[in-house]
């Protein structure tokens, strides 16, 4: 079973940067797509960002401002993100899923990935 966990949360003030680490376990090679998520409060959760065969894919609310990359030496995947506003703060989480195909995935609200780490709070003040 594929463990995941998020960390690198904080707080920022508008306009800074912070970057977040997803840390795996177990058996990675079981998934095809990893990827990034946020839940702000009172809000639908929101597919940010995925890797899958190589390619990787964002959110247009977030394409410009977030990078997504992935150290497979290390099982890790992080989120650099920058010129954040209140608007991001939110749960961030990196989930991971057996498709290949992760961009028909993340962005569909009614697909729920397979594997989810504990989400990490990103707080962002005005």
């Known amino acids: 079973e594929v463990q995941l966990q998020a960390s690198g949360g904080g707080l920022v003030q508008a306009g800074g940067s912070l970057t977040l680490t997803c840390i795996t376990s177990?058996?990675?090679?079981?998934?095809?797509?990893i990827a990034w998520f946020r839940q702000a409060p009172g809000k639908e959760r929101e597919g940010l960002s995925c890797?899958?065969?190589?390619?990787?894919y964002y959110a247009d609310s977030v394409k410009a401002r977030f990078t997504m990359s992935r150290d497979n030496t290390k099982d890790a995947v992080y989120l650099q993100m920058n010129r954040l506003s209140p608007e991001d703060t939110a749960t961030y989480y990196c989930a991971a899923d057996s498709s290949q195909y992760c961009l028909q995935i993340v962005f569909n609200r009614h697909y729920t990935f397979d594997y989810w780490g504990r989400g990490t709070l990103v707080t962002v003040s005005s």
């Open positions: 177990g058996s990675t090679s079981v998934y095809g797509s």
């Open positions: 890797i899958s065969n190589g390619n990787t």
